[in-house]
């Protein structure tokens, strides 16, 4: 009977060992009960402000936007899930070294919304070219005005895309789809795509963007891409193109834009981000009618949510059974 007992106990005692903790920053009740499900190897402990630097100490793991002291203080730390595609800000730009430089994996949520980010970069290049804003106005002001000049056709135009990852990529497809030709910007060898006529290197912007009759931004914030569209970037554009930013604000320089459409170089722009963000009130930008401005929600959707939690549910399953995670981020390139 008291081996039966001990055998037990130390059965018990095993099974506990092998259960990993993950600490779940900022989720709601049903998102933890929803993760929580996927698997009895794993134990999901909500974390707030309040209560995170009690938990984090003996935590295998992390998901959520963690700062450099949780990951001073996380000496079990095995893993750190993102909910976001952009990892900068736990990493180059908090300040710190110690998540770049741990043995800590880092995942995030590329590729997840690239159908909407995507869907949005077109939607904001279809309303310039089509005027759209134009015809808003006609509405409100209840007078109908035939206006052709201004409308464009995309077919035939060539679109530069910098950064041809997860939502690169779905622009390609859609840009294509109206006829465009695509030129990708990016620093990795890219496989070959029926989508892209041609692939460049970062150093070689500058010998693209005269091409261009569009460039979207799309790439992660590194401090390579930082400002990589500047005031000579935006001198070299042909007159009359657009431009449009859904990745993030710091990759192109704001005042060089404002200057672009200031002088009628751009016949419109579209950003979803910004550097500052929010965009301050007053800013010259929101003075154009041909600038259309959104305030960072183009990966916002009725589906992105859930494929985010499935990405998240995916990894904690591989983690718990020792399997590689998807989405594992290069922490010294910064994607």
């Known amino acids: 009977m008291r081996s039966f007992v001990l055998v037990l106990l130390l059965s018990s005692w095993d099974l506990c060992a092998q259960t990993k903790k993950i600490l779940a920053w900022n989720m709601s009740p049903a998102d933890v009960r929803e993760l929580q ?73 590329q590729i997840v919304q690239g159908p909407e980010i995507a869907d949005h970069a077109m939607a904001m290049l279809l309303s310039l070219t089509r005027n759209i804003p134009g015809f808003i106005e006609m509405r409100k002001s209840g007078k109908w005005v035939a206006r052709r000049e201004s409308l464009l056709e995309l077919n035939g135009n060539t679109a530069i895309i910098i950064g041809c990852g997860g939502i690169g990529m779905q622009i390609a497809v859609r840009a294509w789809a109206h006829g465009m030709k695509n030129i990708c910007v990016d620093p990795e060898d890219l496989p070959y795509s029926p989508f892209v006529v041609r692939t460049v290197k970062p150093d070689q912007l500058d010998e693209v963007v005269p091409e261009a009759d569009v460039i979207f931004v799309a790439a992660p914030h590194t401090p390579q891409s930082h400002k990589m569209m500047g005031p000579r970037q935006f001198e070299k554009m042909k007159r009359g193109s657009f431009f449009i930013a859904v990745s993030r604000g710091a990759l192109y320089d704001l005042n060089a834009l404002v200057r672009a459409l200031d002088s009628k170089q751009l016949a419109g722009a579209g950003v979803d981000v910004t550097d500052p963000e929010p965009l301050p009130e007053g800013h010259p930008l929101w003075k154009f009618d041909n600038a259309i401005i959104t305030p960072h929600i183009a990966g916002r959707s009725d589906k992105d949510a859930a494929r985010m939690m499935s990405t998240i549910k995916e990894n904690i399953r591989r983690f718990v059974n020792g399997q590689p995670l998807l989405n594992v981020v290069d922490k010294h390139k910064g994607y």
């Open 37 to 109: 499900a996927v698997t009895d190897k794993a134990r999901i402990v909500p974390v707030n402000a309040n209560n995170v630097m009690q938990e984090i100490a003996d935590a295998d793991a992390f998901l959520g936007e963690i700062t450099p002291q949780l990951v001073r203080a996380g000496k079990k730390l095995q893993w750190v899930q993102t909910r976001s595609a952009g990892v900068e800000r736990v990493l180059h730009l908090s300040g710190s070294n110690d998540l770049r430089d741990s043995n800590i994996i880092l995942t995030n949520n």
